[in-house]
């Protein structure tokens, strides 16, 4: 019964009208919801509480319970974090660059909304509020199609966003929610490149594989992460270690954690038990290639836990305290092994060589490469983006993590006296 | 028989080996393309006369011949082309932005090439050297499926680009073509996301749709352009007829023409006999919305042509002698209007209002948008681009006409010392 060609033209007509607001209103705006989130929010936490307990019922984990939950807590985090975006510096109007041509008219790039943001997303509610703001900082209408576990919970935020635009004279269909958990519309929303400008999925890989492959939209697609390290023969091994544990083990469910630790073999002896040790104290299960498994029996007989690796060990990303460890000849071995396995995330080298971190850099086509660091830092905050809209390993629009300016395009502009072609 | 995953592969070897060259050693190739199309292009004009004799045969016009025809004059014009993109500026290496973060950590944005782009195009062969030469400056590796019209001239200039390419140590597999005419293949091409990270679509609106729904891989989208003049109440009448004769007349078959004229009604009496004479003068046919026949009778009676308009024609892309007229209320039913019919290409307003100038440069979304100039500036080397790779009418990426810049994305890089994340 969801009509979403209706839903289309509402979000295209209400696009044209956030295209010219002034940066005052859009902001006013985003108070307003941050308001409305926090004087009639307990809608949306009354519906999370069926939500949960469907869930519940339906036999979720209990990770799975904590992500798909909204308490108090969370409600008031999501009324700051749009306040904070009403307050981040606004992309659109910016000139990009502007010139007198050779016939006299002014040329101008203005960055300017892109349109119409279709964004599909799993579990989290907060990602609602999140990516209906982004959108709207940034003059863009937002369709949302979040995942039916926390259908309930999303059409309660939606329509405390919604009262919120209604307050302010603006459009409520600047953001509107597909309240119909069927699947099908998925597909259908893909496909409604009449209105919509760009796809924006925010899940695991089989989504991003769904969008890539159904969508005759434009898709930033992203999230997957085989992110490694190569110890070279050259790095200050105890560093190396902080450094792989921390990749590793600090956050290891998100997509810029460690999945393979490939090392220079004139480095495994002291390098490898060190690790297996340290990961050991965190339950790690070490995954180890043929080559590199001497190296790790010491370990093992103290209680690490190692496993000699499969065929896909080194295609996988873990989301887990699991770890893929494999000697490599040398740097070019490393490069070789990164660009048939990565997928364009993060890898880092760590090294005290100039030449080898540099070719390193140059020769790893990954969005984002680090030098000595942990493969934790790719990340919109870290980077002082600002706000982290998603993370893209596609070339095309936007790269790693993207602000702001990635919900953004430009026009071109030619102010003339007259003027006709020769 | 064609193996198209045997060229992904090998295209993406080389765009790993083109990546690192520097700007002199792809400057050299490029010349030395130019030199062996001077030294051996007879082989192309040879292979030219089979594949124009086989599309006489076919009874194509000669509109169409001469679309398809490579002489001694435009192979010197090849080469030439070639040693002015060995001249321009490599966009490669550029670092967009560079800071130190709180943390210690150097972050470097840094533009890259793209990787392997795949360039889908129809007729002339002079697109073969034109987009070869663009990515190989960019470092890019292309792999190319030209129409099969001119099949034998594409594979006897990438013959020429390979010997080049041979000769100077580069892998000749940075420029490929497909050479089985089957139409299968383009469809195939589109789905070898595996190793093609975009896709250029040269040709007409079937080509550009056929794309978008077919492609796994990101698709620059543009070509079709339905322009729009609006020649509001303020405008300097006199220049308005010398625009829209040169947006009509001076290059009808390309796609910033004008298609759709749009006139306020307080000037129609004194504008529209004026264009329609002037016009008629060029052998152009109006097809008339009603609202503007009583305006243009005396005109026809002056033997213009005056055709009522049909139910598309405000929908068409004319490339031909031809113009939609229609007087609309205002400014708003003519932005109305364009939003409506536009595809997004170029759109100008004739007005000396300064209040209407912006809200129409404002409002009006389309990737070029001009004031009292002809549409016949959106172009990349009007725009000083240097090189017009293909003009974007879609909103990621690129938009407008494409310069070098186009054929690039970026990657972030962080040099640290050794940090690790909170």
């Known amino acids: 019964m969801t009509d979403l060609n209706a839903i289309g033209i509402a979000a295209r007509a209400a696009s044209r009208q956030l295209a010219t607001l002034t940066t005052a209103r859009k902001n006013d705006a985003l108070r307003a919801i941050a308001d409305e989130l926090e004087a009639r929010g ?197 560093r190396a270690v902080d450094i792989i544990e921390n990749a590793k083990v600090q956050r290891p469910s998100v997509c810029n954690a460690l999945d393979t630790l490939l090392v220079h073999p004139a480095v495994a002896a002291r390098l490898l038990p060190a690790v297996a040790r340290r990961l050991a104290g965190h339950g790690v299960e070490l995954r180890a290639a043929e080559n590199a498994l001497p190296f790790l029996s010491e370990a093992e007989a103290g209680g690490a836990r190692v496993v000699p690796a499969g065929p896909d060990d080194f295609d996988t990303e873990w989301m887990a305290l699991i770890l893929g460890v494999k000697l490599v000849g040398g740097l070019d071995e490393a490069i070789d092994h990164i660009q048939a396995h990565s997928t364009e995330h993060t890898d880092v080298i760590l090294t005290n060589d100039l030449g080898h971190a540099t070719r390193f850099v140059n020769e790893v086509t990954s969005s984002a490469v680090f030098v000595n660091a942990s493969t934790r830092f790719n990340d919109g905050g870290q980077f002082g983006l600002g706000a982290e809209v998603a993370v893209s390993t596609q070339k095309l629009h936007a790269r790693g993590p993207m602000g702001l300016e990635a919900l953004t395009t430009y026009k071109w502009i030619g102010y003339g006296s007259g003027q006709v072609r020769e």
Chains 1, 2 share one sequence.
Do not use: F, W
Not at 65 to 84: G, K, Q, V
Not at 165 to 170: A, E, F, I, K, V
Not at 218 to 231: F, Q
């Open 42 to 238: 307990g809608a949306a936490l009354e519906a999370n509480t069926h939500d949960i307990a469907d869930a519940r019922a339906a036999g979720q984990s209990a990770a799975i319970l904590d992500r798909l939950l909204l308490d108090e807590r969370r409600l008031a985090a999501l009324a700051a974090d749009t306040r904070r975006v009403a307050g981040l510096p606004d992309p659109v109007g910016e000139e990009l660059e502007s010139r007198l041509l050779p016939n006299g008219i002014r040329l101008v790039r203005r960055r300017t909304p892109i349109g119409v943001i279709g964004v599909i997303y799993e579990a989290r509610p907060n990602v609602t509020i999140d990516i209906a703001t982004l959108c709207l900082k940034t003059g863009n209408a937002a369709i949302l199609r979040g995942g039916r576990e926390t259908l309930r919970t999303n059409l309660a935020l939606v329509d405390v966003i919604q009262a919120a635009l209604t307050r302010c004279g603006l459009p409520p269909a600047a953001v509107q929610a597909i309240a119909d958990p069927d699947r099908a519309l998925v597909t259908e929303l893909l496909r409604l490149d009449r209105y919509v400008d760009m796809i924006i999925p925010r899940g695991g890989a089989a989504l991003h594989r769904l969008c890539r492959q159904e969508s005759r939209i434009p898709v930033i697609t992203g999230g997957l992460g085989i992110c490694h390290i190569y110890v070279d023969e050259s790095a200050d091994l105890a």
